[in-house]
C-alpha cells in the first residue's frame, strides 16, 4: 500500500470517528479527529464540513459558518449541505441577503432541492415579501408531490398472501397460488384422516362412497 493510500485510509478513519462522536454529542472530541486530518491536508472539504457539522451542533453558529465556506472553497463541485446549512445560519443571524444567495447557488446546483426552496420560502417571509415566499412554498410543494410519485412508481407494488407479503409479480402470483392449493390439499387431507380415525370400518365405507360420489359430480362424471 502506498504513503498516499494510507494517508487517505487514515483521513477515512478519522471522520468516521468524529462522525460517531458528533452523534453521541462529544462535540470537542469529534473536532480533535478532524484537526488531525486538517493538520495533515488543511483542504480536506470532508473533514472541514465535519468540523463546521460539530460546531452548529456546539451552538457556534459563527464559526460553522466559516467552516462551510471553507469547505465550498476547498472543493471542485458545490457542497449542497454545506450551502444549505450556511444559508440557514445566515437566516438565524438575520443575515437574509447572505442566506438568499446560498440558497440561490443551492437551486442552480440542484434545481429540484425541496430544502432550498422551502428555506428561500422562509427568507422571503422574514423580508416581509409574502408574495415571493408563497410562490417558493408553492414549487416546493409541487416537487414534494412530484419526488412522492416517482418515489411510489419507482417502488415495487406488493401484495398480501397468507404466506406474507410478496411483490406484484405474476411468477410470484402463481408461486403462491400453488403454494395455498397445496396447503389447502394438505388441510382437507388432514380433516379427512381425522375424521375418518372417528369412524368405525362400516362408516368408514360409507363416507368413502359418498367423497366418490361427490367428486364425481364436481368432475362431471356418470355416477
Same mark, same amino acid.
Given at each position: 500500500?502506498?504513503?498516499?493510500?494510507? +494517508?487517505?485510509?487514515?483521513? !477515512?478513519?478519522?471522520?468516521?470517528?468524529?462522525?460517531?462522536?458528533?452523534?453521541?454529542?462529544?462535540?470537542?472530541?469529534?473536532?480533535?479527529?478532524?484537526?488531525?486530518?486538517?493538520?495533515?491536508?488543511? &483542504?480536506?472539504? +470532508?473533514?472541514?464540513? &465535519?468540523?463546521?457539522?460539530?460546531?452548529?451542533?456546539?451552538?457556534?453558529?459563527?464559526?460553522?459558518?466559516?467552516?462551510?465556506?471553507?469547505?465550498?472553497?476547498?472543493?471542485?463541485?458545490?457542497? $449542497?449541505?454545506?450551502?444549505?446549512?450556511?444559508?440557514?445560519?445566515?437566516?438565524?443571524? &438575520?443575515?437574509?441577503?447572505?442566506?438568499?444567495?446560498?440558497?440561490? =447557488?443551492?437551486?442552480?446546483?440542484?434545481?429540484?432541492?425541496?430544502?432550498?426552496?422551502?428555506?428561500?420560502?422562509?427568507?422571503?417571509?422574514?423580508?416581509?415579501? !409574502?408574495?415571493?415566499?408563497?410562490?417558493?412554498?408553492?414549487?416546493?410543494?409541487?416537487?414534494? =408531490?412530484?419526488?412522492? =410519485?416517482?418515489?411510489?412508481? $419507482?417502488?415495487?407494488?406488493?401484495?398480501?398472501?397468507?404466506?406474507?407479503?410478496?411483490?406484484? #409479480?405474476?411468477?410470484? @402470483?402463481?408461486?403462491?397460488?400453488? !403454494?395455498?392449493?397445496?396447503?389447502?390439499?394438505? #388441510?382437507?387431507?388432514?380433516?379427512?384422516?381425522?375424521?375418518? $380415525? @372417528?369412524?368405525?370400518?362400516?362408516?368408514?365405507?360409507?363416507?368413502? =362412497?359418498?367423497?366418490?360420489?361427490?367428486?364425481?359430480? +364436481? &368432475?362431471?362424471?356418470? +355416477?
Amino acid at each position: 500500500m502506498s504513503a498516499d493510500e494510507n +494517508v487517505s485510509n487514515e483521513h !477515512e478513519t478519522l471522520n468516521e470517528v468524529g462522525c460517531e462522536f458528533i452523534d453521541k454529542k462529544l462535540f470537542d472530541c469529534a473536532i480533535e479527529c478532524f484537526d488531525k486530518i486538517l493538520e495533515k491536508d488543511p &483542504n480536506d472539504y +470532508v473533514a472541514l464540513f &465535519n468540523k463546521g457539522l460539530s460546531f452548529e451542533k456546539k451552538g457556534n453558529l459563527k464559526e460553522a459558518n466559516r467552516f462551510y465556506t471553507l469547505t465550498l472553497e476547498n472543493t471542485d463541485y458545490k457542497d $449542497a449541505d454545506a450551502l444549505l446549512r450556511k444559508g440557514i445560519n445566515h437566516g438565524k443571524f &438575520n443575515e437574509l441577503d447572505q442566506a438568499m444567495e446560498c440558497f440561490d =447557488k443551492l437551486i442552480e446546483l440542484e434545481p429540484d432541492n425541496i430544502l432550498a426552496w422551502q428555506n428561500k420560502g422562509i427568507a422571503y417571509q422574514e423580508m416581509k415579501e !409574502e408574495k415571493e415566499a408563497k410562490k417558493c412554498f408553492r414549487k416546493a410543494k409541487r416537487l414534494e =408531490k412530484l419526488q412522492d =410519485k416517482e418515489k411510489s412508481e $419507482a417502488e415495487p407494488k406488493r401484495i398480501k398472501t397468507m404466506f406474507g407479503e410478496i411483490e406484484d #409479480k405474476k411468477e410470484n @402470483r402463481e408461486a403462491a397460488y400453488h !403454494e395455498t392449493c397445496h396447503t389447502d390439499d394438505a #388441510k382437507i387431507r388432514n380433516a379427512e384422516r381425522a375424521l375418518h $380415525a @372417528r369412524l368405525d370400518t362400516s362408516q368408514r365405507e360409507k363416507a368413502w =362412497k359418498w367423497s366418490a360420489y361427490y367428486q364425481g359430480l +364436481v &368432475n362431471g362424471e356418470d +355416477v
